[in-house]
């Protein structure tokens, strides 16, 4: 059974560098066909697609955000990183780490339950 | 970016019903690299569809995508009360994005 877990700061000041955890079981980093990235919905409104890791440590990001985005992934930990400088308020909301495969077409098979991040000061 | 418009914005059905949700996009999908979800209050999403077509699992048969290139639709036979929620659809090419999203409403 595969489940994924998000972790960090609930809140963190404008300007600040916002750094979250995924850590993920049942299954391996290192497989094959494995995408891992993250999601955010600002409250009330549509997901939007941040950042990706493959397996192979290929990397993807939203265009708009790249220069603010990074994403790691710790195969010894199973857990993939997310940091994100120059946070803002309209960053406000919930973080998601998500599982794709190559075999579901990049389709979001399995969500973390989301974490809420706010940003203000 | 390739931006997906679903509509309509809501859907007023009563349970019994049939919903068809439409998803279209402003360029070609690539491979067909459409998926659908639903989402309900306070929960993640959840993928009903894959690849246009596909069913996830453990997602009945009522739930059925289709379509190809700029325009797919999901079709809901038969809605059961857990199926009023909110429906995304994703396209998953060379940079991810979501449509808006479709309420269906009781």
């Known amino acids: 059974q595969i489940t994924l877990k998000e972790s960090g700061p609930a809140l963190v000041k404008p300007t600040q560098t916002l750094t979250l955890t995924c850590t993920l079981s049942?299954?391996?980093?290192?497989?094959?066909?494995?995408?891992v990235g993250w999601i955010r919905q600002p409250p009330e409104k549509a997901p939007e697609w941040l950042a990706l890791i493959y397996w192979d440590d290929q990397k993807r990001y939203r265009p708009a955000l790249k220069n603010r985005l990074t994403i790691t992934q710790d195969r010894s930990k199973n857990q993939v990183v997310l940091t994100m400088t120059n946070m803002a308020p309209v960053d406000t909301g919930t973080y998601f780490c998500?599982?794709?495969?190559?075999?579901?077409?990049?389709?979001?098979?399995?969500w973390g339950p989301g974490t809420r991040v706010t940003v203000s000061s | 970016e390739n931006v997906l418009t679903q509509s309509p914005g809501t859907l007023s059905l009563s349970p019994g019903e049939g919903a068809t949700l439409s998803c279209r996009a402003s360029?070609?999908?690539?491979?067909?690299?459409l998926h659908w979800y639903q989402q309900k209050p306070g929960q993640a999403p959840r993928l009903l569809i894959y690849?246009?077509?596909t069913r996830a699992t453990g997602i009945p048969d009522r739930f059925r995508g289709s379509g190809s290139g700029t325009y797919f639709t999901l079709t809901i036979r038969r809605l059961e009360p857990e199926d009023f929620a909110v429906y995304f659809c994703?396209?998953?090419?060379?940079?991810?994005?979501f449509g808006q999203g479709t309420k269906l409403d009781i």
């Open positions: 998500a599982h794709s495969t190559v075999a579901s077409r990049g389709g979001i098979d399995h």
């Open positions: 690849g246009a077509s």
């Open positions: 049942g299954l391996s980093l290192s497989s094959n066909g494995v995408q």
């Open positions: 994703q396209q998953s090419g060379s940079s991810p994005t």
């Open positions: 360029q070609t999908v690539p491979g067909n690299y």
